[in-house]
């Protein structure tokens, strides 16, 4: 098993930036993709952006691609969410996810974090 651990979420004005961490614990040596999602009210989950955990490499809902950055901390097991010029577009309930499958990009989601509010006022 594998725990998720997020924090950072927060009220923001518009064109702020906020930055989220996500820790994994327990068997972590599983992972191969870590990444976020995000709900807004009505909506349905969307993804946000990942990582492979080995390499590094990163991908992004193009909704959020030239803002959003993340990043890893290999030895802390932690992943992080960058946010950059924020809009209120952004406002969601923010999941960070991990995956055991090795593939390119994540795919099926075997763990969830219990989620972070992000909200942007204009």
């Known amino acids: 098993q594998v725990q998720l651990v997020e924090s950072g979420g927060g009220t923001v004005q518009a064109g702020d930036s906020l930055r989220l961490s996500c820790a994994a614990s327990?068997?972590?040596?599983?992972?191969?993709?870590m990444g976020w999602f995000r709900q807004a009210p009505g909506k349905e989950r969307e993804f946000v952006g990942g990582?492979?955990?080995?390499?590094?490499?990163?991908y992004y809902a193009d909704s959020v691609k030239g803002r959003f950055a993340i990043s890893r901390d290999y030895a802390l097991t932690t992943a992080y969410l960058q946010m950059n010029r924020v809009k209120p577009e952004d406002t969601a309930v923010y999941y960070c996810?991990?995956?055991?499958?090795?593939?390119?990009?994540?795919?099926?989601?075997?763990?969830w974090g219990q989620g972070t509010q992000v909200t942007v006022s204009s």
């Open positions: 996810a991990a995956s055991k499958t090795s593939a390119d990009v994540l795919g099926a989601v075997d763990y």
């Open positions: 990582i492979h955990w080995g390499r590094g490499n990163t």
């Open positions: 327990g068997r972590t040596f599983s992972i191969y993709h």
